[in-house]
């Protein structure tokens, strides 16, 4: 193969993927955002949902699921829970399989000032420096719901800070996608 049909080949082949990526993400928006007390970054993602803002909550709420649906999530186990508050051990795999993080994550719900509903997790115990995991839920229209997601998952490795994010993005894509999917599937 001569050197330009490489370049040929190897242009055509990161179009491909990159429209692979836009369709499979089609609708939502991600990036990253400062997180305090690390150089890691929260991944970030948002979309409109086509469902009401009961059956996305509904979802969310029901934490003993999230291993049904969730990407990468092994684990998922209610150790107590009052209302929509509960205490989760959870186990992910991250880093393509590499690594298996887990926490006993505390989480809870609230409606905040403007009508969003707050869902947040956050870490007490586990392998990782530092995890949080929130969700923002509100009214967009006539049975529609926008969803904020954002993730910080800082496992207690020797791996560089970029690479983390770049985790915490992907997967903050991720699981607002797979939410889509399990609200049309249903």
């Given at each position: 193969m001569t050197r330009t049909s490489t370049l040929v080949?190897?242009?055509?082949?990161?179009l491909?993927?990159?429209?692979?990526?836009?369709?499979?993400?089609?609708?939502?928006?991600?990036?990253?955002?400062?997180?305090?007390?690390?150089?890691?970054r929260y991944g970030t993602a948002s979309a409109v949902l086509n469902f009401p803002m009961e059956q996305v909550e509904a979802m969310v709420h029901d934490y003993a699921s999230f291993q049904d649906y969730l990407p990468h999530f092994q684990t998922s186990r209610i150790l107590s829970q009052r209302g929509n508050r509960a205490l989760l051990y959870i186990e992910v795999t991250a880093i393509n399989g590499t690594i298996t993080l887990w926490a006993n994550t505390r989480v809870s719900s609230r409606v905040d000032g403007n009508g969003?509903?707050?869902?947040?997790?956050?870490?007490?115990r586990g392998?990782?420096?530092?995890?949080?995991?929130?969700?923002?839920?509100?009214?967009?229209?006539?049975?529609?719901?926008?969803?904020?997601?954002?993730?910080?998952?800082?496992?207690?490795?020797?791996?560089?800070?970029?690479i983390i994010t770049e985790?915490?993005?992907?997967?903050?894509?991720?699981?607002?996608?797979?939410?889509?999917?399990?609200?049309?599937?249903?």
């Open positions: 080949f190897f242009a055509v082949l990161c491909h993927a990159t429209a692979f990526a836009q369709n499979r993400y089609a609708g939502i928006s991600s990036g990253t955002a400062a997180a305090e007390g690390t150089s890691v969003r509903r707050i869902i947040e997790g956050r870490m007490t392998n990782l420096e530092h995890f949080t995991a929130r969700w923002e839920l509100e009214a967009a229209g006539e049975g529609r719901t926008r969803v904020r997601f954002r993730l910080l998952a800082d496992p207690d490795l020797p791996i560089p800070s970029g985790e915490n993005q992907e997967m903050a894509r991720r699981v607002v996608r797979a939410m889509r999917e399990r609200l049309q599937a249903a």
